[in-house]
């Protein structure tokens, strides 16, 4: 996973320049400081609570999930909506471009922060599989998901793809280990 991150970040400044690298780490970094805002200990709280109770009451920890989970989905919709908005003001005040247009730019960052904010419920799922003591799981959810994205961004740039379809990649690729994550706490 790690020599798949160090070979994509080379491969993408070689491909397509240090503006679409920077976008690409800026974008996280907005959203990982967006989500680690807003979850305000609450992904410990619900580690502790779903390990007092996940042998004795079932049924609350069932509930936990589900509310929690509409939270958490409630809570991305929210600071979507914000990151979609303050993209043109990111571009144009806290980002510097040299060789890409600014609408493309913004474009670019939309996605990205998109699919980026999607580490806010990926947090709570893996809080809550903490909590059922299924480190291992969340362990393999992990790694398997960076693997994904990093091996996707190699592919898309190996048969010569573009900025955009390294960005949709990203975004699409945050989405599917918090699928799992979903899909096994609710088996659980």
Aim: proline share 2%; glycine share 8%; hydrophobic share 55%.
């Amino acid at each position: 996973s790690v020599l798949l991150s160090l070979v994509a970040v080379r491969i993408v400044f070689r491909r397509l320049g240090g503006d679409a690298l920077g976008l690409i780490y800026f974008s996280m970094a907005f959203s990982a400081a967006l989500s680690v805002a807003v979850q305000l200990g609450i992904c410990e709280s619900a580690t502790r609570e779903v390990a007092s109770h996940h042998a004795n009451r079932p049924e609350y920890i069932e509930s936990l999930i589900r509310t929690s989970s509409l939270l958490y989905w409630a809570g991305y919709l929210i600071l979507a909506i914000i990151a979609y908005t303050a993209a043109p003001y990111l571009v144009h005040h806290w980002v510097k471009l040299g060789s890409l247009d600014a609408l493309t730019a913004i474009k670019i960052m939309r996605i990205l922060t998109l699919g980026a904010l999607v580490a806010l419920p990926a947090g709570l799922y893996r809080a809550l599989l903490v909590g059922l003591q299924h480190m291992g799981i969340t362990n393999v959810i992990g790694v398997a998901g960076t693997a994904l994205q990093q091996a996707g961004i190699f592919l898309i740039l190996l048969i010569h793809g573009s900025l955009f379809h390294v960005a949709y990649w990203i975004a699409v690729s945050t989405l599917a280990p918090v699928v799992v994550s979903w899909i096994v706490c609710t088996h659980f």
